[in-house]
């Protein structure tokens, strides 16, 4: 059996406050090739964004996680329920749930037993949608210094599982009935600040902090001050590019 490998719970409260929040024609895309929307299941929820943005869509959500820190700092709401559970083993009833959704999450499962689980509890046509965001993009000057931080500066702290979001999930083997979807991507403005508590939200910038005893933003600071070449609480449009995989049972 896997062991879960959590990497968020200790930065729960900012990763609730920073991480980037999904569009909302992602959610009617996913409503629009559901079976039926009696049930939805949110797996490895994390702080509930993509359940939030299913709620509208189906009489109800089951949103699950192994951090119960993270479920700590869930955005509630009236049609969702949070539940401390594995991806491998939901505890929900077979041939149940009409779409099982995976958000920034895949790539921390035991695949194949995640996979049995999907079966298990999906409505026969039942809908598995995983999709992730690759970096974000705002200007070149700013990209570049982003990049380097992510590759160079806290690179050597990324879990092995990062590849496969790099990869935007195409390596990852995917046993469903699939196709393609529309193109996604996530949209917000953010201050320099904004930016800089998204950095912070990285584990491995966390990791780096707790091995090197200081924290690796305040390194890039004044670097992204000059590329952001604009007072810091101006806000600028920020894109994540959205990679997805979608099939049916």
């Known amino acids: 059996m896997a062991t879960f490998k959590d990497h968020f719970s200790r930065q729960a409260d900012i990763y609730a406050k920073y991480r980037p929040h999904y569009p909302p024609d992602l959610f009617e895309y996913l409503s629009s090739i559901s079976p039926g929307h009696d049930l939805a299941w949110d797996c490895g929820t994390g702080n509930g964004q993509a359940a939030l943005g299913l709620a509208p869509y189906f009489d109800r959500v089951i949103a699950t996680d192994a951090s119960e820190e993270q479920l700590r700092n869930a955005f509630p709401h009236e049609k969702v329920t949070y539940r401390t559970a594995p991806a491998e083993a939901s505890g929900l009833a077979t041939a149940s749930v009409d779409l099982v959704t995976v958000a920034q999450a895949l790539h921390w499962f035991d695949l194949p037993r995640f996979y049995d689980e999907a079966r298990w509890v999906l409505k026969p046509g039942g809908v598995v949608a995983a999709w992730a965001y690759i970096l974000c993009r705002i200007t070149p000057p700013v990209d570049e210094i982003i990049d380097n931080f992510y590759f160079e500066g806290v690179g050597p702290y990324w879990p092995k599982e990062r590849k496969l979001v790099d990869d935007g999930y195409a390596s990852i083997p995917f046993p469903f009935d ?17 930016l800089l508590g998204y950095l912070r939200t990285w584990s491995p910038t966390r990791i780096f902090v707790e091995r090197n005893g200081y924290d690796p933003v305040e390194g890039i600071e004044d670097e992204l001050r000059g590329a952001w070449a604009a007072p810091p609480e101006e806000e600028k449009q920020v894109l994540w590019p959205i990679k997805m995989r979608v099939g049916r049972m």
């Open 178 to 194: 699939e196709f393609d979807p529309p193109a996604f991507t996530i949209e917000l403005k953010w201050s320099l600040h904004d």
